[in-house]
């Protein structure tokens, strides 16, 4: 989805690629919440918790900041960063804006936010939400990047 984003953000109108991701995003956030809740679920049963070792009560500990992290992204940060989206979009579509091409705001978007301030907040909090997810995001990468060694390292033995 980041390479999607990417080029449908350099191709296409910004109000027409704000309204794909709309749509799009609750289906990736709550596919990588299953898929997290689904890794911990399985790890969990094949690893009863009276014989974990240090190493599986750390995998289970990854495996469940995992959960964590993409289930705050889906429920939380990920319908605010819609919402503040259709907000802009409806207070750029009454100043003519949105159907520019290009993934960063034209000149007219930065001096909107300077000569509006509900516009501006809205903007900073766009900004705020927009790195949270993407903390997340990052989280749970981090947290399949350890659970993806922890499985290879243990390879031979399967």
Not at 28 to 35: D, E, N, Q, R, V
Not at 44 to 67: G, K, N, R
Not at 84 to 99: K, W
Request: aromatic residues 12%; neutral net charge.
């Amino acid at each position: 989805s980041l390479l999607a984003g990417f080029v449908m953000g350099s191709r296409l109108p910004r109000h027409t690629y704000g309204f794909i991701q709309h749509e799009l995003f609750p289906y990736y956030f709550h596919i990588g919440s299953a898929c997290a809740f689904l890794n911990l679920t399985l790890f969990a049963m094949y690893h009863p918790s009276e014989l974990l070792s240090d190493e599986q009560t750390t995998q289970i500990f990854v495996f469940f900041v995992c959960v964590a992290a993409s289930v705050l992204n889906t429920q939380w940060f990920g319908q605010v960063t819609s919402d503040i989206v259709a907000d802009m979009h409806l207070v750029e579509r009454s100043h003519g804006l949105g159907q520019e091409v290009g993934l960063f705001a034209s000149k007219s978007c930065r001096q909107l936010c300077a000569s509006n301030p509900s516009y501006g907040q809205l903007s900073r909090q766009l900004t705020l939400y927009r790195a949270l997810s993407s903390l997340c995001n990052l989280c749970c990468i981090a947290c399949n990047g350890l659970s993806l060694y922890y499985l290879a390292a243990r390879l031979s033995a399967l």
